[in-house]
């Protein structure tokens, strides 16, 4: 039987690790994805097994190849340089080329938050969740109403970046470290975004999208998910609009869906 020791051991053991040890992942993240491998098996080996790959399968997405501290240097010196708006696209458009997620939405990306504006309005408020680079957008908004915007996230040297890149051009937004699965976002917002993460959530905790959508404070949620896969050979339309209306089903909810390039856009008002 597994106990509190070995679970802090497994919990040190990542935290320490050549893999994992510079992201700083939150305990409260390493004990929720322990605990629920735990309710699943009774083998400490069997645990530990299904603990470390659940822990690639989430934070995978996360490793990417960039040097933020040499990327943060690099943003103080064009703010140096430059507040001019053209000049700040081109710099957050190639570090966003160097992440999966943000470099598949480059070819539409003014197209896709336009898209969002027209079905849901002009949030003054926006929790933006498991964030990644997405917030590296904010120039393509054309959103003038937009007051604040919090950024979530699990991965702390991402998030350092992203607070000087806010504090140097966009001062109403924040950063925060949190994962909101294991603790629900309680901030009250006119809007909450969801990109490409529903379904590694639910690989993570089954219903759990569900959970999140209940949890949140904001009358408008805007979910994304890939119209394909990676590699674009399988349409996955029906079973990604089946895992979103399985997560509303029964809630007061009203929902549409449209596609901008290669995400499937949900749009869910709380009634």
Not at 85 to 98: D, G, L, P, S, V
Not at 109 to 119: G, H, M, S, V
Not at 154 to 170: G, Q, V, Y
Request: proline content about 4%; hydrophobic content about 40%; aromatic content about 10%.
């Amino acid at each position: 039987m597994i106990n509190d020791q070995d679970i802090q051991k497994f919990i040190q053991d990542v935290q320490s690790s050549r893999k994992y040890r510079d992201l700083e992942l939150p305990d409260t993240f390493l004990h929720d994805l322990i605990n629920y491998e735990i309710a699943q098996a009774s083998n400490k080996n069997a645990i530990k097994e299904t603990f470390r790959k659940k822990l690639h399968e989430v934070v995978a997405p996360y490793l990417e190849d960039i040097n933020y501290k040499k990327e943060t240097a690099n943003l103080i010196a064009l703010n140096i340089d430059t507040q001019d708006i053209n000049t700040i696209r081109t710099w957050t458009r190639a570090i966003m080329e160097k992440h999966a997620s943000t470099h598949e939405r480059l070819p539409h990306l003014e197209d896709f938050y336009q898209t969002i504006w027209a079905n849901i309005g002009y949030p003054e408020s926006i929790i933006d969740l498991a964030c990644a680079l997405d917030p590296l957008a904010l120039p393509w908004f054309n959103h003038p109403e937009l007051k604040s915007f919090y950024a979530i996230d699990i991965h702390k040297p991402r998030l350092d970046f992203l607070s000087t890149f806010f504090e140097l051009f966009f001062s109403f937004a924040k950063s925060i470290q949190q994962d909101f699965i294991a603790e629900p976002i309680h901030l009250k917002t006119d809007c909450a975004f969801l990109f490409k993460e529903a379904h590694r959530m639910e690989k993570r905790k089954p219903s759990s999208t569900r959970q999140v959508i209940e949890s949140l404070n904001a009358r408008h949620i805007v979910i994304s998910l890939p119209a394909t896969d990676l590699r674009g050979h399988h349409d996955l339309s029906d079973y990604h609009t089946r895992l979103i209306e399985k997560s509303i089903s029964g809630l007061n909810i009203k929902m549409s869906q449209t596609q901008s390039g290669s995400e499937l856009l949900y749009f869910i008002e709380k009634l």
